[in-house]
């Protein structure tokens, strides 16, 4: 028995230890190696799909890819992924489109109040468009993926009930629904995500406007004991390649992380409608958060009514194709929520 285990552990050791090492000057040693940068904590749905493709990506191409992934902005922060990728200092990056709306501005559109019901619809929406339209922002990089959150609801210290409870009230958003806080009367605070928790803790904002797995994730359902209903806006996501490390990659590997965009996006707003869920049920439960639905609803949506066409006629003066853009995410959310 003993002699046994020596030998498994000596092949062992010949295979992988003595196999990596590998012959001087030889070309194409050993896999291709990638980083993949992230801004979030290892728990958050970002870093979820982000373990998810790697371990595809690793499966599909037999050991020819070996994917180091850096979640918690070890390797690029929030604001600095796309800057970062394409500089190289990550091979891969995964960003929140809404933190730089004034740069990716036709995919935020998406983050308008065009009544995306779920992750699922909005990722595929989403990631429909870009194809389409190949967005001009992204074109220094290879998009390997786009997605959405699920709807945005208001999480808050304090309970705000109708359109007065939320005026001048502290609450984080980033983009789109950054414009929907304003518009209701919040005292609107803008920073990513993941420099959201101390700002809770410290009381720089009273709460915060996103989709609603995060009560759990982060654990915000502690602080946080009321949520507000509103169901939209969607946050969106792109998940973006190095375009030099991407031409460097051999055919067949290209090929397996072209096959999973699309199962990719779909993948990610699948489970992010799922975590929402379970998120909400853990928050009644384990949390006492209570849920409300705003008693003045009518006027919560009479607000939102002027954002659309008001972007639409900011954006064409500045030259973009707004309108077509719009008719078409319209479009698109009636495709895919059949
Ligand atoms: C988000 C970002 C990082 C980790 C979990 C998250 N859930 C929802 C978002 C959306 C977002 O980027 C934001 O800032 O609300």
Same mark, same amino acid.
């Given at each position: ?17 003595? #196999? ?29 799909? *982000? ?20 979640? #918690? ?10 800057? #970062? ?121 009273? #709460? ?20 507000? *209903? ?109």
């Amino acid at each position: 028995m003993k002699r046994q285990i020596l030998l498994l552990a000596a092949i062992f050791f010949a295979v992988f230890v003595i #196999g990596s090492i590998g012959t001087p000057g030889e070309a194409n040693a050993g896999p291709v190696k990638l980083s993949y940068a992230n801004f979030p904590p290892p728990v958050t749905f970002p870093c979820v799909q *982000m373990e998810r493709w790697k371990d595809e990506v690793e499966k599909r191409t037999n050991g020819k890819v070996v994917i180091n992934t850096f979640p #918690g902005s070890t390797l690029l922060g929030p604001k600095d992924m796309m800057d #970062g990728v394409i500089a190289g200092t990550a091979d891969i990056g995964n960003l929140c489109q809404a933190y730089q709306p004034g740069r990716f501005v036709l995919s935020n559109a998406t983050a308008l109040p065009l009544g995306i019901p779920n992750a699922r619809v909005g990722s595929m929406v989403l990631w429909d468009l870009y194809r389409k339209y190949n967005f001009e922002p992204f074109n220094k990089v290879k998009v390997l993926t786009m997605f959405t959150t699920a709807p945005s609801n208001i999480m808050s210290k304090v309970p705000i009930r109708n359109l007065n409870d939320i005026q001048g009230v502290s609450l984080r958003a980033s983009g789109g629904a950054a414009q929907i806080l304003k518009v209701w009367g919040a005292n609107q605070i803008g920073m990513p995500m993941s420099a959201t928790p101390e700002a809770l803790q410290k009381g720089t904002v009273q #709460g915060l406007f996103s989709s609603l797995e995060v009560m759990k994730d982060f654990k915000f359902a502690e602080l946080c004991k009321y949520v507000t *209903m509103t169901q939209t806006p969607i946050y969106p996501f792109a998940v973006v390649m190095n375009m030099d490390k991407w031409n460097s990659l051999p055919k067949d590997v290209q090929k397996v992380m072209e096959d999973l965009g699309t199962e990719q996006a779909e993948w990610t707003g699948t489970y992010m409608d799922k975590i929402a869920l379970e998120s909400i049920a853990w928050s009644k439960a384990n949390q006492g958060v209570e849920f409300i639905e705003p008693s003045d609803k009518a006027q919560w949506d009479k607000k939102l009514k002027p954002i659309v066409d008001a972007w639409i006629a900011k954006k064409e003066k500045e030259g973009f194709p707004a309108k077509e853009i719009v008719a078409d995410i319209r479009a698109l959310i009636k495709k895919y929520a059949e």
